[in-house]
């Protein structure tokens, strides 16, 4: 059942009960709401604005153990609403919907999860779901069908397009280039890595991993003796290794600059708890480049170039919202945002226009694993596949292959699906389990990925790369009744982690993950025949059935053609007469003035340890 409370604040707290509650209970409740008083109704009239029926929020799993912890039980669900008087009042449509009134029927979701799908035209189902797949990958996959004798399902195409999509597999950069008809020796990759293979100095692991690491000192490790039960602290030495992370996320930035910037310092802190058999966040970086943002009229070096019909969000919007989107992710996940840069620019000259029109938001950041455990070892036939984490929403569908397109190349619907939302509280649980693993003496974890782009089909994929293993799709966690086979393994939502671990370590991270409030299920087994293996019993379906290597690998290289074009710009002419205009105008620039609206709004505090605030005096 359903009960209702308003505070004097007017915000509706709607409360799924599997029983009646006691008065006391009640009372609880009401003091809990700020007040609140309880509304004896079964039915509330007006218009309300609340989380999506199908989606139970972050916050509403923080709510229920807040009232777990307060000796309240038989509570399922708590969420915020908001009564409007205009019913064409905005919202985010990923995150709320509009109710014409609350009744106790406001949480039932009726609508049939969709199954797997046989695809019958793989290139219309390309162009219909906005996989960005080129035609010889299309080719490659019709191929693939036929050598089969069947259909490839939904899932399997969509699982392709993540895992080979240029944002996991960096197509262009591993791709062969031809320019002026000449095909060149070398990838952008193998320049790249080029520099390192020369030169590897203190070089641990680089181009191979979540993370690069690079040696460090022998430092103190203060922890328990023990990581599974109470025990006291003490200081042990051990040999550290540096780890080092950067990674953009222009194009959900661009969408959604909020949670596009807070997923993507997520995404890189996520990275860094993958490495080697784990390995824990320090501290974290964030760029943000954008065109003009137009604060005031009087800037006459923004009249250069014309304004743009801004597709998703305006220039001004991303700056604010995307800083504090990282702000936010960095503030509740334990982890200072300590530096980084700003740089705006547009310019047109001859006909060509240049300017960051498609945002670059670049998280980066540091952080350190036991050198003993910077490598990550190969999963042996009978070891279990877990993960760690919140459940399965229809959100972050296909953000990989959306990424490897010009932003509004597809429909808003499939661009706006293809943005995370953050959960940094539920991410933190998960870090909390993996620092107890690797703060042992002996660390059980074989192998760790983080759940990013392409969700459990990208995850687990990666962690029996090298092996095989099957995965009971009924053990997947769903937060969302209605999702179908390819949401439940293709979303990326609510901050997980994928582990390999012996059999016999099952219980202890159990032990340690249910203290640390860290979801935790055993969703699949490792096998030695080289298979990825995706299958239901209860629904009788098989999403995913096929060897690796034609997932890995097999896929068409990328091939891009271009021809050397020379571009000439005027000289620069300045005058005596203007320094002071000039002078005053560049300290105007968002990359050269005041970035006090970026740095008072973090926490550099949170990690502790802080003797100085970092960024005293600069960005």
């Known amino acids: 059942m359903l009960l209702f409370f308003k505070n004097p604040k007017n915000t509706i707290y709607v409360v799924a009960t599997e029983a009646a509650l006691t008065k006391t209970d009640l009372n609880k409740l009401k003091w809990l709401f700020g007040n609140a008083e309880q509304l004896n109704q079964q039915t509330l009239q007006g218009t309300f604005i609340g989380p999506r029926a199908a989606m139970i929020t972050p916050w509403s799993t923080n709510a229920v153990e807040i009232t777990q912890n307060m000796d309240i039980h038989g509570i399922t669900r708590i969420e915020e609403f908001h009564e409007v008087t205009d ?35 793989i290139e219309a189902y390309n162009q219909q779901e906005g996989l960005a797949l080129s035609a010889e990958e299309v080719a490659y996959l019709q191929n693939l069908s036929q050598q089969l004798g069947r259909k490839l399902t939904d899932s ?30 070398s990838t952008l990759f193998k320049l790249i890595k080029k520099t390192s293979q020369e030169h590897p100095n203190s070089i641990v692991s680089a181009y191979k991993d979540n993370v690069a690491f690079i040696k460090g000192a022998t430092v103190d490790q203060f922890a328990p003796k023990s990581a599974d039960k109470p025990d006291f602290y003490e200081v042990k030495p051990f040999e550290a290794v540096l780890s080092l992370k950067a990674e953009t996320h222009n194009f959900p930035t661009t969408v959604e600059p909020f949670n596009g910037a807070a997923t993507g310092s997520g995404g890189e802190i996520r990275d860094r708890l993958a490495g080697g058999q784990g390995s824990l966040p320090l501290a974290g970086t964030a760029v943000y480049m954008t065109a ?15 304004e743009r019909k801004w597709l998703y969000q305006t220039p001004m919007d991303i700056l604010i919202k995307a800083s504090n989107g990282a702000s936010d992710f960095g503030n509740k996940f334990g982890q200072p945002l300590i530096t980084g840069s700003l740089f705006t620019f547009e310019h047109e000259e001859g006909g060509r226009k240049l300017g960051f029109d498609k945002v670059i938001m670049q998280a980066g ?3 350190y694993a036991k050198a003993s455990q910077a490598i990550k070892h190969t999963p042996q036939e009978g070891d279990k596949i877990v993960i760690l984490g919140g459940e399965n929403y229809r959100i972050g569908m296909g953000g990989a292959a959306v990424s490897s397109a010009n932003t509004g190349a597809f429909g808003a619907g499939i661009e706006l699906n293809a943005v995370q939302r953050s959960n940094p509280e539920m991410q933190k649980r998960a870090a909390n389990a993996i620092r107890a693993m690797v703060e042992s003496d002996e660390n059980p974890i074989v192998s760790i990925h983080d759940h990013g782009a392409g969700g459990h089909l990208n995850c687990l994929s990666e962690l029996i790369e090298e092996t095989g293993g099957k995965i009971d799709l009924d053990k997947l966690p769903v937060g969302d009744p209605t999702l179908s086979d390819k949401e439940i393994i293709g979303n990326e939502s609510q901050e997980r982690m994928g582990l390999v671990l012996p059999e016999k370590a099952i219980a202890k991270l159990k032990t340690i993950a249910d203290r640390e409030r860290a979801p935790m299920y055993e969703v699949g087994v490792v096998t030695s025949d080289k298979h990825f293996s995706i299958a239901s019993a209860k629904k009788g379906t098989h999403p995913m059935d096929l060897d690796l290597s034609a997932l890995f690998g097999s896929s068409p290289k990328t091939v891009m053609t271009d021809e050397t074009v020379v571009t000439n710009y005027e000289e620069l002419h300045y005058y005596a007469s203007q320094l002071q205009n000039y002078l005053v105008q560049v300290l105007q620039l968002e990359s050269v003035a005041c970035k006090d609206w970026l740095t008072n709004k973090v926490d550099r505090c949170v990690g502790g340890k802080v003797a100085k605030q970092q960024c005293a005096g600069a960005l």
């Open 87 to 121: 019913p064409n009042t905005p919202f985010d449509p990923m995150l709320f919907e509009r109710y014409n009134g609350l009744t106790q029927d406001s949480f039932t979701i009726d609508i049939q999860p969709q199954t797997t799908l046989e695809i019958d035209d």
């Open 156 to 185: 399997e195409v969509f699982g392709f397009s993540q895992i080979n999509s240029e944002h996991c597999r960096h197509k262009i950069f591993n791709g062969t280039f031809v320019i002026n008809g000449e095909e060149k020796p």
């Open 292 to 306: 003009y943002p137009r604060l005031e009229e009087d800037r006459p070096w923004e009249k250069g170039m014309a």
């Open 365 to 367: 950041g540091v952080g």
